[in-house]
């Protein structure tokens, strides 16, 4: 039993350190970045998207947002949740008729040097969908999630 626990707590202090590098291994420049376009966030946390692409998820004006930047430090995305209540009438429509028989899993506002867009997951039993659509209601993508495979989940 104590060994279990042993080897609990070494994981978690492992754990715990690994994830504190990520926000030691941003580069100054993405942080200079993100701090002058987010200067009111706070609780940042840092994870590294991929090799070319930095991912800082942390609260801002009461709601939850995740912003990438390039290794560069330009701005990529920002995006954050919103409540259906938020959502303008025309978005509401489009989403209405393409979701018909659909619960809305996820709903969230991304915004990239294109534009704004809402963007949600909706699911029927095991199908999921995610959709994009602009802020004047015109749907730009509906695309079929992937089903995880049994297998793969044991």
């Known amino acids: 039993m104590k060994t279990k626990i042993l ?9 715990i350190s690994a994830w504190g590098q990520n926000g030691k291994d941003v580069p100054a420049n993405v942080k200079s970045s993100f701090s002058q376009k987010f200067s009111r966030a706070s ?23 995740s912003a990438n930047f390039d290794n560069a430090g330009t701005w990529l995305e920002t995006e954050y949740e919103v409540a259906v ?3 303008p009438s025309a978005v ?6 393409e979701s018909m028989g659909f619960k809305i899993e996820e709903s969230a506002l991304s915004e990239t040097k294109n534009g704004k867009a809402f963007e949600f997951v909706i699911s029927k039993g095991e199908t999921e969908f995610e959709l994009s659509i602009d802020t004047n209601g015109k749907l730009l993508s509906k695309e079929q999630l992937k089903e995880e495979d049994e297998d793969d989940e044991k």
């Open 7 to 15: 080897i609990l707590v070494s994981s978690l202090l492992i754990s």
């Open 43 to 65: 609780g940042v946390k840092w994870s590294k998207e991929n090799d070319k692409e930095w991912e800082a998820e942390f609260k801002m004006d009461g709601k939850e947002y």
């Open 85 to 87: 209540k938020e959502i």
């Open 92 to 97: 509401k429509a489009t989403l209405d008729k």
